[in-house]
């Protein structure tokens, strides 16, 4: 027998026993508790009871709104932390590799409920927006750690020519970076940061575990109050909602990151 037709024929044996593993696993399965438990009626019906009001109007658009506050923020930081991993100063290079080296090789998680709870308690400091503020500098602290590193690698990545053409213009070393350089920086890293703000989305759902009030909930948080609470308390229906949510909002997001990345590839060309 040939290579190739050997070849063929595995992966048509493969194809074949996922396809028998799918059959069985919907014969067997108990259909009615897996619809109770997932997509249970109460929670999912569009009436005043269901979950998807709180889910959407309260849930959705506060975890937009962090990820937006925590990405735009840790921008700032990052052009601030890479701007300074640049420079000729060594001392200003030193700190900012530390904070870059600490805050990325840290969980989120850890500096979340560190800045939470560990800071207002050891000093008795209140967070500007209580404990969601608290959390999103957290997540500004992290974010812009691992942000820093993408900028510095598009800037690094404008070709030196352009740095010099710009000097010998008489254009000043600040006005050459902020005019010339970061502006060809970001064109590059545009996928990257794309990506950053899709994992920023998700990581919003790291606030619920230093809780926060009913008005101030994300998506996450809203789900899980559910489980215990309204039409489908005791079921996982309303994560099940949650997780849809997220697909609506990341889905288009990694496709714009598939596309950007396509599009460089070709002008690269």
Known sequence: MKRTTRRRLNIWGINLAVVVVIVVVALIADWGKIHHNFWNPGGVSLGSDGNWGDLITIGAVNTVKYTAIAFILGLVLAVVLALARLSPIATLRWISTAYVEFFRGLPALIVIIFMG????????????GGLVGAGLIALIMVAGAYMSETLRAGIQAVPKGQTEAARSLGMSGGATMFKIVLPQAFRVVIPPLTNEFVLLIKD???????GATVGDRELTNVARDFLSSGASAGTATSLIQAALIYLVITIPLTQLVAWQERRQRKATR
């Open 204 to 210: 919003t759902a790291l606030l619920s575990i230093i």
């Open 117 to 128: 709870t560990g800071l207002p308690i050891a000093f008795g400091w209140t967070p500007p």
